[in-house]
């Protein structure tokens, strides 16, 4: 059977297991997958940045091979979709801001100039351990590392991180996250009363596994 286009043995529990075993979920930011790790080094580093940005010398990223193809973006960023395909974009926002959301990504963020002076103190870098990591089928890691320079010499700590908190060897933190983001869109979308019989059902596996597909899904539908 193939899995991300390569060949894989499915273990005795079944297709359906080993898929959400390996699955990964974008929980913290709204960041292409490649970015994810770096984004949150990036906030890590916002305390010790954001009142030097003007002392800043230079920004090195290390990332995958992947990372540096897809996402190593330079120049005039036209729209939201070009931001939130940008490497340096989404390490710029949370080393000035702290945070990185949706809202980021439009016109009246990307028009703050302090991004773009940033952007372009900016070296990505493919780490090879990272590249090799990330394909290796055991670890499947999203490594990424940040780390700024200073005009005066000094520099930041480099802050690496391997895996995004949807990885599956970051599952314990991740899954109530990763709930709470299912329960906080459910309540956005969903009337009250549905949400709430929506949510008593996932919670309860028996019966959530009893009950017939059809009616499920009709309990989303407004």
Do not use: W
Request: charged content about 25%; glycine content about 6%; some cysteine.
């Amino acid at each position: 059977m193939l899995f991300r286009g390569k060949p894989v043995t499915v273990p005795a529990q079944g297709f359906g297991s080993y898929v959400m075993e390996h699955v990964l979920f974008k929980i913290s930011f709204p960041a292409e997958f490649h970015a994810q790790t770096a984004v949150e080094a990036a906030i890590a580093l916002h305390p010790q940045v954001a009142p030097r940005l003007g002392d800043i010398a230079r920004i090195v990223i290390e990332t995958q091979e992947s990372g540096k193809r897809i996402i190593d973006k330079t120049g005039p960023l036209a729209n939201p979709a070009d931001r939130d395909h940008c490497l340096q974009y989404m390490v710029a926002v949370p080393l000035l801001k702290g945070s990185l959301t949706a809202g980021d990504y439009e016109d009246t963020v990307a028009a703050d100039p302090r991004l773009d002076v940033l952007r372009a103190k900016m070296e990505v870098v493919e780490n090879a351990g990272y590249t090799r990591d990330y394909l290796d089928p055991a670890k499947r890691s999203i490594g990424n590392a940040v780390q700024v320079f200073f005009s005066d010499g000094t520099a930041t700590e480099r802050v690496a991180i391997e895996y995004p908190v949807g990885h599956r060897r970051r599952r314990k933190e991740g899954v109530p996250l990763l709930l709470a983001k299912f329960e906080q869109a459910l309540r956005d979308r969903i009337p009250v009363r549905a949400a709430e019989t929506i949510l008593s059902l996932c919670a309860d596996r028996a019966r959530l596994e009893a009950t017939p597909v059809r009616d499920f899904m009709g309990l989303f539908v407004v």
